[in-house]
Nanobody, 127 residues
Framework: QVRLVESGGGSAQAGGTLRLSCTFS???????????MAWFRQAPGKEREGIAA???????NYADSVKGRFTISRDTAENTLYLEMNSLKPDDTAVYYC??????????????????WGQGAQVTVSS
């Protein structure tokens, strides 16, 4: 059973930096790089939106709202996905979720295309 466990996040001032981690377990041996992986976020009263995605052989994909400020990466040796968040804004306040799927999700930031999800991590940015 594939399981994703998030850590990191928390609170920051506007302009600050936070990092999220998402550790995978239950994968078949040496299959980590075969997964499509992404980060989503959901602010109060809003729909869950895709913000960054990564897949082998493709340039990482970012939503316009985070492009140039956030960086998605992964460490195969640690089976861990990361999201580095710089120049944070109050509008970045949300619950952040990591997600993964073995099958192509269609559009990389399509939330309906992802099968496995982390538990969510709160990120709060104050002005």
């Amino acid at each position: 059973q594939v399981r994703l466990v998030e850590s990191g996040g928390g609170s920051a001032q506007a302009g600050g930096t936070l990092r999220l981690s998402c550790t995978f377990s239950g994968l078949s041996k040496d299959t980590f790089d075969e997964y499509y992986m992404a980060w989503f976020r959901q602010a109060p009263g809003k729909e869950r939106e895709g913000i960054a995605a990564i897949v082998t052989g493709v340039i990482p994909n970012y939503a316009d709202s985070v492009k140039g400020r956030f960086t998605i990466s992964r460490d195969t040796a640690e089976n861990t996905l990361y999201l580095e968040m710089n120049s944070l804004k109050p509008d970045d306040t949300a619950v952040y979720y990591c997600a993964a799927t073995r099958s192509p999700p269609g559009w990389l930031l399509n939330r309906d295309g992802y099968r496995y999800w982390g538990q969510g991590a709160q990120v709060t940015v104050s002005s």
